[in-house]
């Protein structure tokens, strides 16, 4: 699977709508009035990726997500249980998260799969993998893949979810997205490898097998613990520690925005992101940059 | 696909009952149930159908967590012990969800005292698909799809292609949607809940009635009897035409349709027997219908809608009517399209009146919902 491009679209919440309007505006001619901010949102990145590229009218579309819309599913639970009125049909409509995938491809005027998806911490490389599917299937032959999720601004939620410190992160909404294609012909990289391990000897076990040629670069999720990072650390003793969480800030699609920030660096270069859900399986995924 | 993905295993709860014989006898005999739904959480004064659970003695009450789980998993179990999977074989099988609602109604009734729950006590979509790992001891992948009314349709569209493909031997397919307020006031807000009875395709079709349920396959790379169906191919595909409404000519519908038919090698003249969405709006079903026009033409296979027996389960409707289907085919029959009588000339589509003798075949089944989202399966039980 070959990238082709990139679209990012990171920072602090807005609080103005318009904001993300007048954003997405410089990209597409489409006036979405009643679009919400996970729907925008998604648009920023989708339509960055896409800017400027040929897109194939078949171009399939995956948007991974850990929360999806929560602000319009808010807004309908409490006109229906505080307000006592019915919800408003376009509130209503958008609680489904893959409103947004929808506008993604009217936006572009793509008819090919339109996925929304999800799997707790793993949703990007899960979506991935997907795609893989189709590919090989021959179903898809290119392929918009992004992550997206609003901020969190619970910290409760978050100190449940993780285990971590609320404090310590930059909280941060994005959408952060890869035009794929099967073809490499004038590709800026690849995704070389997805690949899920039950366990942290397994994940080194592999680490142990690869050969690389470009310098190697590694990132971990917001799971991963200091003693797996060590242990990582030991088995890519060459590999230079890449870490967008931190410099970046957080949100739920974090790998996505690991990947995309990734492929901003100037020069050729691996990352090796690793990413832990809360069973206790890792993923990583091997990107090449060329 | 390369490899077959049969069923194996399956499980059913819906308004017709918990056990997949009694529901297909209870399809046999044309039955079915609707339950009058107040609308006084906005304090109106009239009810609108909706086909509920039966809840039996000692079930937790409805609308709370425990009913939640009980149902989700007494469900999964029987599609496993259906299966007679063994303890390994359930470690190694990845779960692939499909749900409109998700855990929403989880929280719903902490919204009657309190407000930003779901956002402050969410785990997320994929938090449901993980319960059921937990629960059943998997150590594979979750995928849960969100995509409306084809959520658990693309649930069985991958996890047959990713078998296909010898990613995995077996994967768990589950399709849940329980009620909740936010879905039937939602559907109620956009006029589209019809007075019973259900009646799609007909000339007096007035809209949808609403279902809650869960259905759960076991797919296996192995064919346990004779007469199993497995899943021979698919399709998905976006209509960009709007986010509520498909394109009325079918053109988007038409082209999953014969993607699907395409990658299940079968040609429009194989397949025996259409399940339509026939969801029963005047849009819905006017688009499926052309849709169907364009790719059999003046040969169209019998078609039947089964959503008049178990409502529209919304993003569980993939996997229930899958088994619905199935199972009632492997039973000698397809059932007729309840509650239809009056044929409507601008569809040009007249649905089963009668029950369909038969035992194997070729099945094409559609599903489409919100946001463009169109699928199309292809099952077969026949070598």
């Given at each position: 699977m070959y990238i082709h491009n990139h679209g990012t679209f990171v920072g602090r919440p807005v609080a103005d709508m318009k904001y993300y309007k007048e954003d997405v505006s410089r990209y597409t001619r489409?006036?979405?009035?009643?679009?919400?901010r996970f729907v925008l949102l998604s648009l920023a990145g989708a339509c960055r990726c896409a800017h400027e590229q040929s897109i194939k009218k078949n171009t399939g579309v995956y948007l991974t997500t850990?929360?999806?819309?929560l602000g319009d599913t808010e807004t309908v639970l409490h006109q229906i249980y505080q307000m006592r009125q019915f919800p408003m049909p376009y509130n209503f409509i958008n609680t489904m998260s893959n409103t947004a995938s929808f506008y993604v491809a009217q936006s572009l005027e793509l008819l090919g799969r339109n996925m929304t998806f999800s799997s707790k911490l793993l949703s990007f490389e899960r979506g991935l993998e997907l795609l893989h599917c189709d590919m090989v299937a021959g179903s898809v032959n290119e392929a918009l893949i992004g992550g997206v999720d609003e901020a969190s601004f619970s910290k409760t939620q978050f100190e449940a979810k993780f285990d971590r410190r609320y404090e310590d992160y930059n909280m941060v909404e994005g959408s952060c997205w890869l035009l794929i294609k099967k073809d490499a012909e004038r590709a800026m990289g690849e995704i070389g490898v997805i690949a899920a391990f039950a366990d942290l000897g397994k994940l080194l076990g592999w680490i142990g097998r690869q050969a690389f040629e470009r310098p190697v670069f590694v990132a971990h999720g917001i799971l991963v613990d200091p003693e797996d990072k060590k242990a990582v650390g030991h088995a890519l003793p060459d590999a230079t520690l890449f870490d967008p969480i931190g410099d970046i800030g957080y949100f739920d699609s974090a790998p996505a925005s690991a990947v995309t920030h990734f492929l901003q660096r100037d020069g050729g270069a691996c990352l090796i992101h690793v990413n832990k859900d809360t069973r206790g399986q890792f993923m990583v995924m091997r990107v090449e940059k060329y | 696909m390369t490899e077959k993905a049969f069923i194996r295993g399956k499980a059913v709860h819906c308004a017709l009952g918990e056990e997949v014989g009694s529901v297909v006898a209870a399809m046999r005999a044309h039955q079915c149930q609707t339950t009058e739904v107040p609308l006084s959480l906005i304090n109106l004064d009239y009810a609108r159908p909706y086909y509920r659970l039966p809840v039996k003695d000692g079930d937790p009450p409805p609308n709370s967590e425990a009913f939640f789980y009980t149902v989700l998993f007494r469900t999964v179990e029987k599609a496993i012990a259906d299966a007679g999977l063994q303890p390994h074989e359930i470690e190694e099988m990845p779960i692939f969800f499909g749900s409109t609602s998700i855990d929403i109604p989880l929280y719903e009734e902490t919204y009657r005292t309190a407000s930003n729950v779901l956002s402050q006590t969410s785990s997320g979509y994929g938090n449901i698909a993980n319960e059921i790992a937990r629960h059943l001891g998997v150590k594979a992948g979750c995928y849960t799809f969100t995509t409306a009314c084809t959520s658990s349709a693309n649930g069985v569209l991958y996890a047959s292609a990713m078998m296909g493909q010898g990613a995995f031997d077996r994967a768990l397919v589950v399709g849940y949607d329980l009620f909740s307020n936010l879905g039937f006031y939602g559907f109620e807000a956009l006029k589209l809940i019809a007075p019973p009875p259900y009646r799609p395709f007909d000339k007096q079709r007035m809209g949808v009635i609403m279902g809650e349920g869960c259905g759960a396959i076991v797919l296996d790379r192995y064919r346990r009897d004779a007469n199993d169906f497995y899943c021979l191919g698919g399709a998905n595909a976006c209509d960009t035409h709007s986010v509520t409404t498909h394109d009325p000519e079918g053109h988007a519908i038409a082209a999953v349709m014969r993607e699907a038919l395409a990658s299940a090698g079968a040609r429009p003249e194989e397949i025996d027997v259409i399940k339509a969405h026939?969801?029963?709006?005047y849009h819905n079903d006017l688009t499926e219908c052309n849709g169907l026009k364009q790719v059999f033409g003046d040969h169209l296979p019998p078609v039947t809608g089964l959503?008049?027996?178990?409502?529209?389960?919304?993003?569980a409707c993939g996997a229930i009517e899958l088994v619905l289907l199935s199972e009632a085919a492997k039973a000698g029959f397809v059932p007729a399209t309840l509650g239809f009588e009056t044929p409507d000339e601008e569809l040009g589509v007249v649905p089963m009146t009668d029950d369909l003798a038969i035992e194997s075949g070729t099945f094409l089944l559609n599903y489409f919902g919100f946001g463009g989202n169109c699928v199309s399966l292809v099952v077969s039980n026949r070598d």
């Open positions: 489409l006036h979405f009035r009643r679009a919400n850990e929360n999806g819309n | 026939a969801t029963g709006s959503k008049p027996f178990v409502g529209h389960t919304v993003g």
